[in-house]
């Protein structure tokens, strides 16, 4: 977190921390435009269509407060554009190209110890097992699809206040550790790795 705060591209970085503070994919964070964010009672949430969904099914994010502020910063860059994340340099996509955030965790010095799509990882994991979050809404969060054909067929549960108070722990338990410095290594094991 302390690395991503640093890096130089004021775009480049806030999509990041929006991979990190939301657990998308990088794909979807590349090209979330603005019409997909809607104001809710409980603050905002994105609603990704299906059609940009890897199981072709609408997802709705809600967004903790530091994603929210990151859309705020991100108005500066963006006025009157479609896409949150605008590429800063000439390019082909008037969004961010996804792999810019590989090439940024690379340029970091990440390069084999974290990808764009490890911060889904890190949220599934450590959401579970140190913040105790509940796996269904883990799952939800990551728009992972139903497990079983009865629960596919019928359980239409999306989890959306749990996953609001879920990502906002998330985001103050990802902002406490880059505060206090702390470093929490996550390395596979001979057992995690089988």
């Not at 965790?105 to 097992?129: D, I, P, S, V, W």
């Not at 239409?156 to 410095?181: F, K, N, P």
């Amino acid at each position: 977190m302390r690395a991503l705060r640093k890096y130089e591209s004021p775009v480049t970085r806030a999509a990041l921390l929006m991979a990190a503070y939301t657990a998308q994919r990088p794909g979807n964070i590349a090209t979330m435009r603005w019409a997909e964010i809607h104001d809710t009672a409980a603050g905002a949430e994105w609603r990704i269509p299906a059609e940009k969904m890897k199981m072709r099914a609408p997802h709705i994010v809600p967004l903790s407060r530091q994603a929210r502020a990151l859309l705020a910063q991100m108005q500066t860059f963006t006025a009157g554009r479609e896409y949150v994340f605008p590429p800063l340099a000439r390019q082909q996509t008037s969004h961010l190209h996804r792999d810019a955030l590989s090439a940024a965790l690379r340029r970091m010095g990440f390069q084999g110890q974290h990808a764009t799509h490890g911060f889904r990882a890190a949220f599934r994991t450590l959401g579970r097992e140190r913040l105790h979050i509940a796996e269904d809404v883990l799952e939800a969060q990551l728009a992972h699809a139903k497990r079983g054909n009865v629960a596919a067929a019928y359980d239409r549960t999306r989890h959306i206040a749990a996953r609001e108070t879920a990502v906002q722990q998330w985001s103050d338990y990802l902002d406490q550790w880059d505060a206090a410095g702390k470093v929490s290594p996550i390395r596979k094991t001979a057992a995690t790795a089988a």
